[in-house]
């Protein structure tokens, strides 16, 4: 019995050593995976920063009365672009006048007043010389001139005040700008300083304000030094058009936020044709200072691990992987900052399945076959 069992033991552990090693005579037998390439070439790309911007008026003003009243008249289209200097409202205008009137004639009555005064103090100057009348009554008439001059000039600030309130009850265009929808109607009563009657603001040129991080204050230092050029691009809430003009920077605010880190920054376009709105939202583009002569590959060649980007480029029958710095996407590419050179035949399909170091082969990756699918065709 046990010969019987010794002489099944052979067989078996045979068996189980040819089943063992199979594997790993297949695993070596393995072809090459197929891959595709392509060559890196450089070409120019041109990209650029993107900032959320808003639309501001270089001016702007609210129309508040400086007098009190009711509105007699409004001389303007709402929305239409008006001169400087057009009037615009006009406030009962009447005990103004009034009031003006009344001061011219306050100055005539000063100034008469003022003559007779002058002519007293020439008789009584004459009759002191020949001792006909006392010194006490010459001081006297020296002093009452002197009065009546002052009231004189009195007179005439009443003048000016009344003037200037005769010509606040006209209110005018304070610059060239489109006017707002009116907030008062005819017969409305205002009040000085606190009644808004309208907004204007200013057209063309145009601001576009944006907010960027601290780090890039001296960038933007330079681009304001270096003026209107192909640096700044518009685009409009449509997300699909662009506005056709350059911008050039304003004015950069005088002090960062300590507590958000960022600087308000404002742009200057044309606006001839009215398209920039105020208070319209919009994308600022800043010309990226990268852009140039380039390494573009296709998109679909970069992978991506722990954080990190990485292509294979291909040395013959062998694939090396190499880690990059992505640039901007371009489309369907990408800009490689560094890792490749040009020249390099980067693999685009069939990197999916490779490791550094792991042989390929030029071919159509997607016809490559899973292991065992022939067979279970069959």
Known sequence: MKNKYIFWIGPVALLAWTSCSRPAKQNAALPPTPVSVIEAK???????????????????????????????????????????????????????????DQAVANVSSAEANLVKAQKDVDRYTYLQKEDAVARQTVDQAVAAYETNKSQVAVAKAGVLSAKTDLSYSIITAPFTGRIGISQVKLGAQVSPGTTLLNTISSEHPIGVDVVINEQDIDRFYNLQKRGTDSTFKLQLTDGATTYNKPGKVLAIDRGVNNQTGTITVRVQFPNESNILKDGMSCVVKVLNEQSGNRIIIPTKAVSEQMGENFVFVSLDTIAKQHKVKL?????????????INEGDKVITDGFQRLRDGGKIALGNPAAQQAPGQAKQGK
């Not at 959320?52 to 129309?63: I, K």
């Not at 640039?327 to 890792?339: A, K």
């Open 42 to 100: 450089k070409a120019e790309a041109i990209y650029y920063d993107q900032y959320q911007g808003t639309v501001v008026a270089l001016n702007s003003v609210e129309l508040r009365s400086q007098v009190s009243g009711f509105i007699t008249g409004i001389f303007f289209k709402e929305g239409e672009v008006v001169p400087k200097g057009k009037e615009l409202y006009e406030i009962d205008r009447r005990k103004y006048i009034a009031a003006y």
């Open 327 to 339: 640039g901007p996407i371009i489309g369907t590419n990408v800009v490689i900052l560094s890792g």
